[in-house]
């Protein structure tokens, strides 16, 4: 055993303590054995160009010793950071260095509202940045924080008060190689964005009735794709389309309340990207005349961030006039809101369209630009709100029976104004076997919120895309997909691969 060999080496220098001291202690780290490697999952900083700008981590690799965030130098280091210990000078100064990457520790389980709000500001800012530095992020688990604090004890001998200290600090320390190899992260060639589209025929002859279109989009955003479940924005507005598909398809079912409305229902991609799903969709539905699914639109309505708070808003481009049907849908929420609960409010929230902007703040923008009347219905009543791209926005976030009450005022607003029900204002619809089910709601969003929708994770053949259509099917007719591909010559946007790895820590 290697122990003994020690000790015999031992006797060789006992009588001339200290120097056979000094020559000892060396001989015993450098025959001390490696530990095995310690894997744990990290999630990859944002990556991808948007109309021709590169933004966040351009690489993936590393292959460093750790340091804390407390070190004073962090050249070819991989920095270790708690997520309170990072502020974005910090993260200036360690990109400065040349670090060789940044891990940050998220807090396991659910964050206290300190840590949401810290991590909301600092993901506002992160994103804003662009670094060649791998930056990574992971839970502060047990065995992580293991890891942290060995490190930290490690770091301790580099600050020691004395030579002593450290040779003998040095001895009991373990120092940690950080290591993700593996290819640099590529770019994601003819990376398809996919829309989901169905309808609702009205009665009569369907290309002479007017149409209704309810568009949300499903995919989600955050500083590390791989975090980014999106429970608000969107996975609210996606199962409020579902369930307005599921209950409006009883009332088409039914002779007696089958309406002289198309309902045109769309799923649609990229909606973090600029809404590009929905862009390739209006440009190849637009110029069509006759057979266009946009002809004779009445108005679109887009669903964005329906889970939480005691206000609906109806955000426009340019505000609707006295008597149209915007104005006409406007006042039909505000008197279900009244209706389904005393203390939620209706308001309207103008803004015009910034094209001098790289990202349209609005889903409904992209309709407006296009003259078609759209809004975006949202609790939130600005658009710059960073809970919209945010991996703090989780399904413990959302309050079930808001998204609910939140269903029943879109559903029941949409149903007076296609049946036009002025005359009844205390009529209520949607009971009984019509009712918004509650049940139902909650399941779709646990399973919206079970994994990331980050959009350069969902290729066509995701699992999500195929619940998603498969789910639309049974309840409304000719359910489509539509793909989008970037322009080879000048694409709109790009995708790199590597949104989730295995790192190992090598003690």
């Known amino acids: 055993m290697w122990f003994d060999e020690l000790g015999e080496v031992y006797e060789m220098f006992r009588g001339s303590f200290p120097l056979s001291f000094l020559l000892f202690v060396p001989l015993v780290i450098m025959v001390s054995p490696v530990g095995a490697a310690q894997d744990f ?226 799923l649609s991609g990229g909606g973090k990207f600029n809404y590009q799903g929905t862009k390739k969709w209006i440009d190849e539905n637009i110029e069509i005349s006759e057979s266009s699914l946009l002809s004779d639109v009445k108005f679109v309505l887009c669903l964005d961030t329906l889970g939480s708070g005691s206000s609906l808003n109806m955000h426009v481009s340019k505000p609707p006039k006295e008597g149209s049907d915007g104005d006409i849908i406007f006042n039909y929420l505000k008197e279900s809101a009244s209706k389904f609960s005393s203390n939620t409010t209706v308001d309207m929230v103008h803004k015009k369209i910034n094209l001098a902007e790289d990202i349209l703040a609005w889903e409904h923008e992209r309709f407006s630009i296009r003259r078609l009347p759209a809004y975006t219905l949202s609790h939130l009543n600005t658009h710059k709100n960073p809970l919209r791209t945010s991996i703090v926005d989780t399904r413990a976030s959302i309050d079930v029976s808001v998204l609910v009450r939140n269903i029943k005022i879109i559903a029941e607003s949409l149903a007076r104004y296609i049946f036009n029900l002025t005359q009844h204002s205390d009529l209520q619809l949607f009971q009984n076997s019509l009712r918004v089910d509650e049940s139902l709601v909650e399941s779709n969003f646990d399973m919206l919120t079970a994994s990331s929708r980050a959009a350069q994770v969902l290729d066509k053949n995701h699992v999500l895309l195929s619940t998603l259509e498969v789910y639309l099917s049974h309840y409304v007719k000719d359910v489509q997909r539509s793909i989008v591909k970037a322009e080879k010559r000048d694409p709109d946007f790009v995708f790199y691969d590597g949104a989730q790895y295995t790192m190992h820590a090598y003690k």
């Open 41 to 266: 999952t990290v999630y990859r900083m944002q990556h991808y160009d948007l109309h021709g700008s590169p933004h966040g981590c351009r690489n993936a690799i590393v292959n460093v010793e750790a340091r804390l965030i407390d070190a004073s130098v962090y050249t070819r280091r991989c920095v270790i950071s708690r997520l309170r210990q990072l502020t974005i000078s910090k993260f200036k100064d360690i990109q400065a260095q040349n670090a060789g990457g940044l891990l940050i520790l998220i807090p396991s389980g659910p964050l206290e509202k300190e840590d949401k709000k810290y991590l909301l500001e600092l993901e506002e800012e992160l994103l804003l940045e662009e670094t060649n530095m791998p930056v990574y992020f992971t839970y502060d688990t047990p065995e992580v924080s293991a890891i942290y604090e060995d490190i930290k004890t490690s770091q301790s001998v580099d600050t020691a008060s004395s030579a002593l200290s450290a040779l003998m600090g040095s001895v009991s320390a373990n120092g940690f190689q950080m290591v993700m190899n593996g290819p640099q992260a590529k770019v994601l060639s003819d990376f398809p964005i996919t829309n989901i589209l169905g309808k609702l025929s009205g009665y009569g002859i369907e290309e002479q009735l007017p149409t209704i279109t309810i568009v949300t989009h499903y995919d989600s955003f955050g500083i590390a794709p791989g975090l980014a479940t999106g429970a608000d924005s969107n996975g609210s507005g996606v199962v409020a389309l579902l369930e307005i598909a599921r209950i409006f398809s009883k009332l088409y079912s039914n002779s007696r309340t089958h309406a002289k409305y198309n309902i045109l229902f769309l």
